[in-house]
């Protein structure tokens, strides 16, 4: 056995090992947490924060990071063509074995833009922000955000892995990039973000709309099957 169908062999173990953990409940709630659209408060909360710290400057620094979104986002479709590595859901050798509800997404896998584009927002503001207590809370939200892809059948662990450390590296990339930019270009214009970062009073407040909020999807979920709705 080659050193690649050894990796895979262990990928396709751990794929079936952490996929084999699931319920009604949590099925809904990954199905939930999967999907853009349930985050955008957070994003919203993100771009509040962004512009109140650096004021003009946040121009750049949105579209930067919009920018670097796109990149990791273009970057792993084309990965995804090239390798051209089958998800979990399209495996004919999984057929029957993974726990899928979703959809089967699209045909190719390697590797994850989900997980790719969490890790670039999670890396990119944890440098911005200079907050070891913001650092740690969107370093696990991008950890569940990706999870969720494995929960529901649609990606190997290696998928996200990668997805992970190409989204660390363009995040960081599109950080040196606003302090270049502020250095060439507006050095006058204040605040200088490179010692400009988020207080514990302001990092407080992600802690607690992340717990709010997360909180009342999992209460509603939890509701609405108690009053059979799914049903």
């Known amino acids: 056995m080659g050193i690649l169908d050894a990796i895979r062999e262990i990928d396709q173990s751990l794929l079936l090992f952490l996929n084999s953990f699931h319920n009604s409940f949590w099925d809904r709630v990954n199905v939930l947490w999967t999907s853009k659209e349930i985050w955008y408060p957070f994003y919203a909360l993100l771009l509040y924060f962004i512009i109140k710290k650096y004021r003009r400057n946040s121009i750049y620094i949105i579209i930067i990071l919009a920018l670097a979104i796109a990149v990791s986002d273009q970057f792993s ?3 995804k063509d090239l390798t051209q590595r089958l998800r979990p859901s399209h495996d004919p050798t999984l057929n029957g074995l993974i726990h899928n509800i ?3 997404g699209g045909l190719y896998g390697f590797f994850s833009a989900h997980a790719a584009n969490s890790f670039t927002v999670a890396a990119f503001t944890a440098f911005l922000f200079r907050n070891r207590w913001y650092s740690i809370l969107i370093f696990i939200w991008a950890i569940v955000v990706s999870y969720t892809r ?3 059948g649609l990606h190997f662990p290696l998928d996200i892995l990668t997805g992970c450390i190409w989204g660390i590296l363009t ?6 990039t606003i302090l270049w930019i502020q250095k060439k270009y507006f050095r006058s214009m204040q605040p200088d973000i490179s010692s400009t970062y988020l207080t514990v009073e302001e990092s407080v407040t992600f802690l607690l709309f992340l717990f709010v909020y997360v909180g009342t999807i999992l209460i ?11 049903n």
């Open 77 to 79: 479709g084309l990965i």
């Open 171 to 176: 995040g960081f990339a599109a950080y040196k």
């Open 220 to 230: 509603t979920i939890n509701r609405l099957a108690h009053y059979q709705f799914f």
């Open 150 to 152: 494995i929960y529901l």
């Open 102 to 104: 979703l959809n089967k």
